[in-house]
């Protein structure tokens, strides 16, 4: 063969082996790519099928264990849940902040104080039960310690809107400025009808109560309560029996924007539960500065009745709102003999005195929403609540909202005048009156529904003058701006 022959079929017979080679690359690549398109056919399965798993909230641990994810949102506090409705955790907390200032100077030292700074929780559980606890964070009045104190401690059974069950440690409502939440409150502080003090002892106490809706514009409440207060157990038999009833007639007569609030509350119990030497009655001046009122030595070991009514009234449509409430207290019972809040002394005219004496006291105050938002959209269950402004305030868009308001209170307890604790045993002088009266100016700036700044002017005067550290005056003026936040 010649030479050029066998290059010629050298180079057929390599290009043959290669051609061979190249076929087995190309179905061996042809085979990888369908391995892997397959396998990613197979993830994009196993995706699918986790993601409508996730998006019907049942996915599971690979048969192991049940899970479900949990979501977090905020809707006026932290909320919990999974989208299951089995349970949801909710927390909320408030910080009040003040400022208060007095005259007669003397009286009460102008400062800084923390009204309220609380935090708590609410745990709901298939559907029907929840939990709530509360705590209230504060200091001794020298700041040596911290102290904190149970507000709410109680559980619910609420499967019906009719009739809801509660237990353990609550606000009993009674009259509608006392079963507003204090974060949504008209003025800094209650009117002198309903502020703690000779009428109300104590906003808390602990008992059972059933409360509910059973038409939607009619609401009502009746509790057993101890009667002993906030926090303490009772020292005796005898309970507290208490109830409200109200209707919003704008609802029943589907009037639009408005609310027509009619209500009437009422108990019966006793003031025998301090301690043996008795209770104190005792009122301090809406701007929680003098004491103008105080009865000692009332009950103690010796029975004290307490009998209570009240009427309400409230009249809303569209940004204005006019409010109003007359409460009668009865006390029946007999002065206990010797010493009283040490180391004032009973008089003798005190000294085992059967007493059967009247508290009466009212306020009506008018509010006004200056930016325009509606009273009717804050109103449920019988009682008022967040206000929600038009625009948020984010120096851009909006200001937030802007309330205005007046209020008058009075005091009467002239029935006690004979009893008035005094500062000699002869009982020959006293520092204390039977009566007052107060007027509130305020102004509400609500940059959102969470954060607010109150300023609020409130004058009051007495039916005769008081003496408070070694001045005597008739009335008292103070000021008070409050910056809050709460969820």
Known sequence: MKPGWKLTCGVLLAMCINSAYADEATEARVAKLQEMLEQQQWQMKAMAEELAALQQGRIKDKGKSEGKPVQAAFKDGLVFEDGSGDWKLQLNGRIQADYRGFVPTEWKNDGFFIRRARLGGTFTFLKDFSVRVEGEYGNVSDGSKATTAMTYGYMDFARWKEARFRAGQFKPFFGLERTYSTNFLDFTELSLATNNGAIFTSTYDRGVMVFGDPMPWLNYNFYVVNGSG????????????????????????????????????????????????????????????????????????????????????????????????????????????????????????????????????????LNWLVTGENWADTYKNGVYGRVRPKNNMNLQNGWGALELGLRYSSFDASDFKNL????????????????????????????????????????????????????????????????????
């Open 230 to 365: 906030q926090n303490n157990d009772d020292v005796n038999d005898t309970k507290d029996y208490g109830g409200r009833i109200n209707a919003n007639f704008a609802k029943l007569a589907d009037i639009k924007n408005a609310v027509i609030h009619l209500g009437v509350s009422a108990s019966d119990g006793n003031i025998g539960f301090s301690t043996a030497t008795g209770s104190t009655l005792t009122q301090a001046t809406e701007a929680n500065g003098a004491t103008f009122f105080s009865v000692s030595g009332l009950g103690g070991t010796k029975k004290a009745d307490r009998s209570r009514w009240g009427l309400e009234s409230s009249l809303a449509y569209g940004p204005i709102k006019l409010s109003g409430e007359y409460i009668y207290a009865n006390f029946d019972g007999v002065t206990n003999t010797g010493t009283a809040t040490s180391p004032v002394s009973l008089p003798v005219s005190m000294q085992n005195k059967a007493f059967n004496n009247d508290i009466k006291a009212w306020y009506v105050d």
């Open 420 to 487: 008035l604790t005094t500062t000699a045993a002869n009982g020959s002088a006293t520092n204390f009156t039977t009566g007052a009266e107060a007027w509130t100016l305020g102004a509400k700036w609500i940059f959102n529904p969470n954060a607010r700044l109150v300023m609020n002017y409130v004058h009051t005067d007495f039916d005769t003058p008081i003496l408070v550290n070694s001045k005597r005056s008739g009335s008292e003026d103070a000021v008070h701006v409050r910056a809050q936040y709460d969820f």
